[in-house]
């Protein structure tokens, strides 16, 4: 008796022949077995997209990186950044797909972000600009991104000092649109603009300079919007923030005022205004 095997190989039966030298000749018989199929790998589901108005407990250096794994924390007990925005970012553009973390989606988010603060605290661009309330954004992880999230997320937090996020207890929507909510976030100075001890903070923080209007320098650009020159942007502000500070002084003879232009970095980074300042006895 001679038996012969044939093997199937990556397929789910096996067949095997069986037959012999002498005696009367048989059909082939086939004998299948079943071998177990593997078990489907399902993706997991993209993360949810954040919400509007949660509320997150970020450090400094957490505040201003790309992407946020934090979960969100109670606003009413302390808290360092508020979600004022979401959104979808466009991943596809000219029929490609876009990686997450590439210049062009994150100058998205860079764009879209600002604009939207102002009217998330109830504030006109000036108030806002005399704040130190300032927008942040976070996307994605590149996992995440893989794994279906399109979304963008935009925070507001207040920067005070040096690279310290300060603490807020309060929902931070329409922040800005009472006077008590405007004195509570303005921008104060630790000494005169310009000089060496000089450092932004709150109005609620030791302070002895406070910044008092805004010089919109956007004129000065010309047809392209460049950088005037320092001269330029300099000279456009010194008459009228001297009449401000003068304007709200004791002594109309007796008064000091600052100014504060922006540089070309800054007029690049769109700060194409500037801070008029002045001493405040608070």
């Known amino acids: ?23 009367d000749q048989k059909e082939p018989v086939a004998e299948e077995t079943t071998s177990a199929m593997p078990t489907p790998v399902v993706a997991a589901p993209p993360p949810p997209a954040p919400l509007v108005g949660a509320c997150y407990r970020l450090s400094y250096d957490e505040a201003l990186a790309p992407t946020s794994g934090d979960r969100p924390a109670s606003c009413a007990k302390g808290h360092t950044s508020q979600t004022f925005a979401v959104g979808r970012l466009d991943l596809v553009t000219n029929g490609h797909l876009l990686a997450v973390d590439s210049d062009s989606v994150q100058k998205q988010v860079a764009h879209r972000c600002p604009t939207q603060l102002a009217s998330y605290l109830g504030a006109t661009q000036a108030q806002l600009r005399l704040s130190l309330l300032r927008p942040v954004w976070f996307t994605p992880t590149v ?26 207890d309060h929902n931070l929507a329409g922040a800005l649109k009472k006077p008590g909510g405007r004195t509570e976030f303005a921008m ?3 000494a005169q603009p310009g000089t060496k001890e000089f450092s932004r903070v709150l109005c609620r923080e030791d302070h002895t300079w406070k910044a008092i209007s805004v010089i919109d320098l956007a004129d000065q650009a010309g047809k392209k919007g460049a950088y005037p020159g320092e001269d330029a942007v300099r000279n456009a502000g010194q008459d009228r923030c001297q009449e401000a500070a003068r304007a709200i002084a004791s002594d109309a003879l007796d008064y000091e005022w ?12 769109g700060q194409t205004y500037g801070r008029c300042w002045s001493p405040d006895p608070a």
Not at 258 to 269: L, N, R
């Open 1 to 23: 008796m001679r038996r012969l095997a044939v093997l199937a190989v990556a397929t789910t039966a096996v067949l095997t022949l069986v037959g012999c030298d002498s005696g």
């Open 143 to 168: 996992d995440e991104a893989g794994a279906g999230a399109a979304w963008y997320r935009c925070d507001v937090i207040a920067v005070t000092g040096d690279k310290t996020v300060a603490r807020i």
């Open 188 to 190: 104060c100075g630790t």
């Open 258 to 269: 600052g100014y504060e232009w922006p540089t070309e970095d800054q007029w690049d980074a």
